[in-house]
């Protein structure tokens, strides 16, 4: 802490999005940005010329032993956040790590591992779980406002940008896998998944995922990077109510539509055959206040390692949607073929689990 009483945060990659938690943790009265850290010295003399006041370093290690720096945020591509995470907590830093947490679910569990046993918070970066549309959706599905939740359908579709670490699936879909988890309240029990490299890349630019989420609730997500057409589109269907979030529109992120499809009472005469009854109504856009999803996410971390608590989007969280991403991995591997998703339950230790994992 500084003599204001301000958390030293230090930013690790600062690329395309790691700029954006330097703008947050500036502007958050409860912290400062200690250091900025990324491999790139040109990128870092950009950011530094944005933010004079934080220290600037390519190296890791340098950044980490910054005795100002109490907290670390990891935003590295991918494949970088194992190692950036584990020489943190190592260095006994708590850390709140981008989606996805890693690339492999032996890597998630032995970081869970290492946060535990130092008893330090490892929280990941779920934001879409920070979103004031999403809160309020998930707060009409549990207050039954949907009726029968029946199904789930995301659409998160763009020209570009396309990453070059990680297909589109690990890029796009950590985002509706979170959310989708969250306002189920559960793991899917399989899923299944196409994509295609169609620009000729050597990985998915498009994917199609099913997820199969037990009492005949599904979801489906269709993610690219490779359409001309912007959509970032979320839709519940229930029996009472149709709810559509629309993160791209600035003026109604979340309508509701008081539509919905009943079963009704099967006629005698018609041989079981169900009749299915349309309710039609409203169509209703609650007010959202507004709020930016990264600060809250910012400050719920904050929270977290000061007060100790368990975050809303904690490392089981990242494990998780780890565990599905691997699974649709498999599928992609066996043209769309249905994988189980075991849930891992914790009964032996995490480096043993983490041995036979992926
Ligand atoms: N939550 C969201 O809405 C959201 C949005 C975009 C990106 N992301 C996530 O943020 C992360 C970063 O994405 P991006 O688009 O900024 O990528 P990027 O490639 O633009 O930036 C990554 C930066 O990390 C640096 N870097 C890599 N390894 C490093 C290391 N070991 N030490 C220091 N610097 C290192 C690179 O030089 C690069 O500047 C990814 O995990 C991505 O999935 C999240």
Redesign the pocket.
Known sequence: MNKNNQLGIAI????????NYVRVFEELPETYVATI????GE?LAEVGRRFPNAGLT?Q?AEALNDPNVDAVVV????H??Y??VLAALEAGKPVLV???MTTSVADSLELIDAAERRDLTLMV????LYNGAVLKLKQLIDADAMGQLYYLYSRRTNLG?I?H??NAI??LA??DISIFNYLIGRMPQWVSAVGSPILGNCREDVGFISLHYGDHIVGNIHVSWADPNKVRELVAVGSNRRIVFDDASSLERLKIFEKGVVQAEPEAESFGEYQFLMRDGDIISPRIAPSEP?KNQCRHFIDCVLNGTQPNTDAQNGLEVVQILRAIDRSLAHNGAPIEIEPIAITTSYAELAMAAD
């Open positions: 690790i990659g600062c690329g395309y999005w790691g700029v850290c990324d491999q790139r990128r390519t890791l935003c590295t591509g991918a970088g956040h190692d950036a981008e989606k996805p970066g779920h934001t879409f940008p990453r670490d990680v690990w890029d950590p985002h990264l």
